[in-house]
């Protein structure tokens, strides 16, 4: 069964630095990884997808990068900004065994404070 | 383009009441996720849609059933509600047919159980 784990739980760090989030699963098997941002209470915005087949993937001041041989997946956010404070979940999609499903972290709470 | 619809977007019901919730997806999606989501937990797939027919499932309790229809909208029936089914529940959904199956995700409803 697939284990998607988050590291760190919780972060909270002053406006302009650059920051990694951990994201790590069991079975490497997996289709793709998709990065989401939830603000509290709210729903999930996807930020980023990697293929399988991919290395990473960017998207403004956000980079997604894939060792699926390893089981792990950062994201990188350059520069916080206060508006960045928000959980952000991993998801792992499996491959092959007819199951579309993702697995989801338990998500890095994020505090950037000013 | 508009995003993946919910309704209601609260919902307050008793013990042992039931209670529908709406999904609509994105235009031309032809698959839908729910999933359910307790304070401060990751989301938890209940079950899954494909052009219709259920495709997955996954911890949906014997008291909930859900269902798609003709226009691709699902609803989520929950009966005999318990307190522990206070949570936000999220719909998704993703185009099968595309090969990177991403999933956009509603902005969930609330549901209180008192």
């Known amino acids: 069964k697939q284990e998607v784990t988050q590291i760190p739980a919780a972060l909270s760090v002053p406006e302009g630095e650059n920051l990694v989030l951990n994201c790590s699963f069991t079975d490497s098997a997996i289709y793709n990884l998709q990065w989401f941002r939830q603000d509290p209470g709210k729903g999930l915005t996807s930020l980023l997808l990697i293929q399988s087949s991919q290395r990473e993937q960017t998207s403004g001041r956000l980079n997604a990068s894939l060792d699926k041989s390893s089981g792990r997946s950062t994201l990188y956010i350059a520069a916080s900004q206060p508006g960045d404070s928000a959980t952000y979940l991993c998801?792992?999609?499996?491959?092959?065994?007819?199951?579309?499903?993702?697995?989801f972290g338990r998500g890095t709470s994020l505090i950037v404070h000013p | 383009a508009a995003g993946v619809i919910q309704s209601p977007r609260h919902l307050i019901k008793e013990k042992r009441e039931t209670a529908t919730l709406k999904c609509y997806p994105i235009s031309r999606h032809d698959t839908v996720y729910w999933y359910q989501q307790g304070p401060g937990q990751d989301p938890q797939f209940l079950i899954s849609?494909?052009?219709?027919?259920?495709?997955d499932k996954g911890s949906i309790p014997d008291r909930f059933s859900a269902q798609q229809f003709s226009d691709y909208h699902s609803e989520l029936n929950m009966s005999s509600l318990e307190l522990g089914d206070s949570a936000l529940y999220f719909c998704?959904?993703?185009?099968?047919?595309?090969?990177?199956?991403?999933?956009?995700f509603g902005p969930g409803t609330r549901l209180t159980v008192t």
């Open positions: 849609f494909y052009e219709k027919m259920q495709s």
């Open positions: 998704a959904s993703s185009l099968r047919g595309w090969e990177d199956y991403e999933q956009y």
């Open positions: 998801a792992v999609r499996p491959l092959g065994g007819g199951s579309y499903i993702p697995t």
